[in-house]
């Protein structure tokens, strides 16, 4: 019998362990491990190095990226000694003193020990590297050229489709063979998921299969998804994915990011893909929306794409979003590199982070009134201009704001490496409504309005005052209610002669054409006597209100009345005395607009117009980020609508487009969309057409039946052999568990809707709040979006998944409710085959058609098999309450469980398939 190990003796071991493998080999022990280049120096000299000895810059003249290039040197000739470490410039540099060593402090720091040792080893061992060419010029790379057709390749199993010739091309080279094309229910539900984010109807998938010519049927289901106004929605998600769609966030009512009503810019861009709008214009309209169309409110919602970015706390916060994710989401660049230093990676000087923010450093943001609303906090039309044209962009020493160099303002600019077409900034002159928003005819009506129902409510208010009065006419405090309700009554009176009189006045002023200084004056002096009479009413009824608050005050109270009246009659006397000088003074509607807006300015610009021009900048980059010639914008657009049709970009770092990005494999057919998306007129839904159309498309997601030789060729799917399977977002997950029981509300637009109501409310998941801290619970499970940056989802495998969809109320309620909807259904196809027990059909027929349903195809033998036993084992269970359990907490949702144990159990089969994988999946 073996006797337990001391704990002294587990302590000696553990100690000579750790010892034998933490203490340092002794000088002449033995060689060091060969180092090797491609993986242990290269990569070391990639992050310490290359910013300044690479392609981008050659400090010395002197460039690391090869062997070769050391060997050869800069200035100060050769760096590199083989086997002669110490006489290497290259080591002597890394390890000199302080004031001289290599990389400087300000460029990420010295290398550790370890480092230098291994450069050190490589150096000895006669700094064995494989042959490379050296990079080429940053000018040369791929992204950077502009992208031409190529022309399409001669290959045997093209089809017409040119998005087959280059893959089919390509696959035939390495002897890959594509596999079958997938069946059509498993092509239909691809398609509907695709373009509509839900599946498709059992009918659709019916009358799909008995097509005599699929092919036709398919293409004519194409083009009915692409007119369906579901399109927008599905891919509108997509775009506010990129875009970084948020609503507003902040503590209780104060907004501290993103805007009030951004909700607009959201259906903005629903509508624009419905209706095709071209991609370059949708660019340009949310960019400088209020210079292109400075009047039309359907134009000026898009700029909510720069509103989304607004932050309470920091304008530079603010401008660093804008800034960062412009040039990510149209140019696929990541300029936010450069706002401390040079761009490590590309050739992109810090300067030219400051010129991009220069054609936003006017701008700030603003909510206009929409017809029939007064209060902005209620609704209103968040939309950018520009406040502040000559206000000035300097670059921010180390990226610090608190460290401007003012001895020069930048100008806007582009990097130089991307060349598109000449840049224009032209200013743009706005029409009086755009600068003067109250100027537009609406405006003055719903003031008018709100005024007659204040008028209203002072009536009646009066009517009730002197009827009590009349009930007591002795009573003293009923008696100065209804002087206060007179003196309400006056001053309501009052108001609607103030805005119209303010309103001619402001025409006066600002209008077009405008009116000769005579009418301008007597225009003026009308709304401001008007003004001065209705502050001196105001002004009386604040006086006989403070009056009554005294007569009826406490002790306790006293002193604060005798104080509020005494305020009140100061302001009495102000306003008797301003009555009687003379003054142009008046409130102008544009303060009234104002007067909730989210910029700080000084009081005195706020209750003026704003800018008469706008300088035009961002419509410059606008046109400039669009323009035939830049290289990036239409790829980096195909890249994006690629990813979401088949699971993987054809570039994969898709924000990124810089050297860092590989040229990709497919390059010839990114070139080839980019160039066909452009001379289509910018139009998506060819592009999408195009691609769903497509053989590549249509293929089998499955390796069933495949050529063995394409697992060892291609096991990654690089070569799109087979279509990837993927699962759905959390939107489509949600939106089609309510779409297959017939339950989706299909109501388009408008306010976003509280996210704690997502268990409940059947709206499209798109609708729902988003914003930080304020999203819904179901949606952040299957990986929603965040609001900060996503450019591609997160497809995370975790149990959460499957406890959402078998716990909550939303999957529970559904599922009862369309098991009873299908057993209805057959009970009215079938009332022959009805058990006169339970009024219902067999559940052959219930199966078949639930899986029809939830899953858009027919259910196999042994599924089928599967499901028969599972609803005759549940029937039984349910039958015998003693066996069941009672649900905890939420009850399993609001619809109630069916009493009958037949169709219970049916309940519970739905509820399973909702779980099923296949539902939850593109295939």
Known sequence: MSRPLSLAFLWATLWCTLWATSTPVAEGAGPAAPVDYVKQVKPLLATKCYSCHGALKQEGGLRLETKTLMLAGGESG??????????????????????????????GGSLTADEVAMLRDWIEQGAVAPDEEAPAAPQDHWAFQKPVRAPLPATAAATGNPIDAFLSAKRESL??????????????????????????????????????????????????????????????????????????????????????????????????????????????????????????????????????????????????????????????????????????YDPIPQVDYYRLRAFFEPHQVRIDSVPGVTDLDKNGLARVFDASPDAPTYLHIRGNPDQPDQSQAIAPGVPEVVAAGELTVSPVTLPPEAYHPALRPFVLQDYLAAAEQEIGKAKAALDKARAAQQAKPEDQPLQLATVVAEKNLAAAELHPELLRLAHAADLAKHGSPAATAEQQEAAIAAAAQAARHRELAVAEAELARAEQQLAAADEKGKAKAEQGLKTAKAQADKALNAGESPGDNYPSLHASLQSKQSYNESDASRHAPYAKVSTGRRTALARWITHRDNPLTARVAVNHIWLRHFGAPLVESVFDFGLRAERPRHAELLDWLAVELMESGWSMKHLHRLIVTSQAYRLQSGSLGAAPANFEIDPDNQYLWRMNSRRLEAEAVRDSILHVAGELDATAGGPEIDYRSGQTNKRRSMYFQTAYEKQMKFLVIFDEASVNECYRRAESVVPHHALALSNSALSYDQSRLLAGKLSAELATEQPSQQSAASGDVPAEAFIRLAFEHVLSRSPTSAETKACLAFLGDQAKRLGDPKQLTPFVGNGGGKVQPAAEPTARARENLVHVLLNHNDFVTIR
């Open 78 to 107: 050769p760096v590199l000694a083989p086997s002669a470490a110490e006489q290497s410039l290259l080591l002597k540099r890394i390890t000199a003193g302080e004031d001289e060593r290599m990389p400087p402090a300000e460029e």
């Open 175 to 344: 002897g890959l063979v594509a596999v079958a094309r997938a069946e059509p229910e498993v092509l239909l539900r691809r398609l509907n998921l695709d373009l509509a984010g839900l599946p498709p109807s059992r009918q659709q998938l019916r009358a799909f299969l008995a097509a005599d010519d699929t092919d036709q049927a398919y293409e004519q289901i194409v083009d009915e998804l692409l007119d369906s106004p579901r399109y927008g929605e599905r891919w509108g998600r997509h775009w506010m994915d990129i875009w970084r769609y948020s609503d507003w966030s902040g503590y209780r009512n104060e907004v501290r990011n993103s805007h009030r009503h951004i909700w607009r810019w959201r259906d903005w861009i629903i509508q624009s893909l419905n209706e095709d709008k071209p991609y370059d214009r949708m660019i340009q309209e949310m960019l400088a929306g209020d210079e292109l169309a400075p009047t039309d409110p359907d134009t000026l919602r898009a700029t909510g794409f720069l509103a989304r970015n607004w932050y309470l706390f920091n304008r530079d916060v603010w401008l660093d979003a804008t800034v960062e994710h412009t040039s990510k989401a149209f140019l696929g660049l990541t300029m936010n590199c450069a706002k401390c230093h040079d761009h490590k």
